[in-house]
């Protein structure tokens, strides 16, 4: 059901989960008894015990969730000397996929829900499908304080597409917050894929336009980065502490080239800088304590030398046909085959088809995830009548339902989410892209290939979207 744990206690999901592998679908069922829910706490409690003193001394606990209907949630406290104890809860509603289908525009709407009080650091968290096996405290150290006071009003979204993908993660989800309501927004897989492609056509020009502004600007980065190794405030390499790492990136800020710290691509630049640091890959970089911007180590390490592969309609049509030829064996045997592994990062250049095929992923989820807690979206009706497809998902979480008849502010939505995320259009993400269509043959390979999984989706939700064909 999940990777392995890197300490005895991080697999707390996977000891107290069922074998979901003999369901077809888990029916709506009674709340989780009392036992079960205090064995979740408790192992949570060692959990984040064990990973040592990040937040103080821990205490995890089963509060109330918003309403009866919303069941209980899960919530750690964490207290330090001479510091009032702080709150947070994990998510209460989990937006498990699929990617460039809708997630943003549902975490934008909740958002701006008036029960919804507490937005993560990251509207992507990624913890069940790669940061699963480090235990609770990476998750928790991207949740929001709660006030204690408003506790059973604690809402908290975690919006990761990609979690679909794995097949261990809805159990998971399950497994750790058994009250959590798991959305799915479906898109014509066709549509879907080629929104996918064009994406990484405008993050592969972004690389290239970033590198070449790294190229003009790297002396004086070097000389930023130098600065910071030799002044007493934290720098790369003398401060591995993770909370201390937001002093390093706006040390960087003030002090690196403003040609590249207005770069769209900066963020993730200085993250990785961050990253490399805490790996201690830095070490490599220097001669005599400073950066040697010759070294191979260092031009390795800032990417200057790496060279971007060409993406286009046609390496898109290769990369969909050898995936094809990879899925036609599990697709047939064994569909666990067809799933990213636990370990494996999801590269969106290697699972393009796979994302498409929803039958496969929701009917693993529909093992797992009780039929009253599973909500799935279709992206084109989510566009056309949002209050009505997002009170699906306030109604399984137990939250006040928005006024169909009133027209939904989606302008306020995504300015809320803007102001939350403002880096998040740096990924190159678009609410609403615009591109040209693809190659006739293409789309009629996507087609054919989709046909049969659309079918079978049809089945297992019991509805039919017929502008996909």
């Not at 502490?241 to 080239?257: E, F, G, I, T, Y």
């Not at 796979?354 to 799935?376: H, T, W």
Request: with cysteine.
């Amino acid at each position: 059901l999940g990777p392995p744990a890197r300490r005895g206690s991080t697999g707390f999901f996977l000891n107290i989960a069922a074998d979901p592998s003999k369901a077809a679908r888990v029916p709506p069922r009674a709340r989780a008894s009392e036992a079960h829910l205090k064995a979740i706490a408790a192992h949570a409690t060692d959990d984040v015990r064990s990973a040592g003193p990040r937040f103080g001394a821990a205490e995890c606990e089963i509060l109330p969730g918003p309403s009866e209907k919303a069941g209980k949630q899960l919530c750690c406290s964490f207290s330090s000397a001479g510091k009032e104890s702080a709150l947070r809860c994990l998510p209460s509603i989990v937006v498990a996929g699929a990617q460039k289908s809708g997630s943003s525009f549902v975490h934008a709407a909740l958002m701006n829900h008036p029960e919804v009080r507490y937005s993560p650091r990251e509207k992507e968290m990624h913890f069940f499908d790669s940061g699963f096996g480090s235990g609770l405290q990476p998750y928790f150290d991207k949740i929001p304080v709660a006030s204690r006071v408003n506790a059973s009003r604690t809402v908290t979204i975690d919006s990761s597409p990609s979690y679909i993908l794995k097949e261990h993660v809805c159990s998971s989800i399950h497994a750790a917050m058994p009250d959590a309501v798991v959305v799915v927004v479906l898109r014509n897989p066709v549509h879907r894929a080629w929104s996918e492609h064009n994406m990484l056509v405008r993050q592969n020009e972004d690389r290239k336009d970033f590198r070449g502004t790294l190229e003009q600007h790297l002396t004086e980065l070097v000389s930023c980065v130098n600065h910071l190794l030799e002044s007493d405030k934290p720098t790369l390499i003398k401060n591995a502490k993770v909370n201390k790492l937001k002093n390093v990136r706006q040390s960087l800020d003030k002090c690196a080239p403003e040609p590249l710290t207005k770069h769209s691509r900066w963020t993730l630049f200085k993250g990785g800088l961050v990253h490399y640091q805490a790996e201690n890959r830095w070490d490599m970089c220097l001669t005599g304590g400073k950066v040697d911007s010759t070294s191979k180590h260092c031009r390795a390490l800032f990417g200057i030398d790496t060279q971007e592969a060409d993406i286009d309609s046609n390496s898109f049509s290769r990369s969909i046909r050898k995936e094809a030829d990879k899925l036609a064996d599990c697709m047939v045997s064994d569909h666990s085959k067809c799933f990213i592994g636990a370990g494996s990062a999801s590269d969106l250049t290697r699972y393009q088809l796979f994302r498409g095929a929803y039958s496969l992923q929701l009917e693993n989820c529909m093992k797992s995830i009780p039929e009253d807690k599973l909500v799935v979206l279709e992206s084109e009706s989510l566009r056309q009548r949002p209050s009505e497809n997002l009170n699906k998902i306030l109604r399984a979480a137990g939250l006040t339902e928005l006024d169909e008849a009133a027209a939904f502010d989606t302008e306020a939505a995504w300015k809320t989410f803007h102001e939350t995320y403002p880096d998040f259009d740096k990924t190159g993400w678009r609410a609403n892209g615009e591109y040209e269509g693809m190659e006739e043959e293409t789309e009629r390979f996507l087609k054919d290939f989709y046909a049969p999984l659309n079918e079978e989706l049809f089945g297992l939700i019991g509805e039919r979207f017929e502008h996909w064909q």
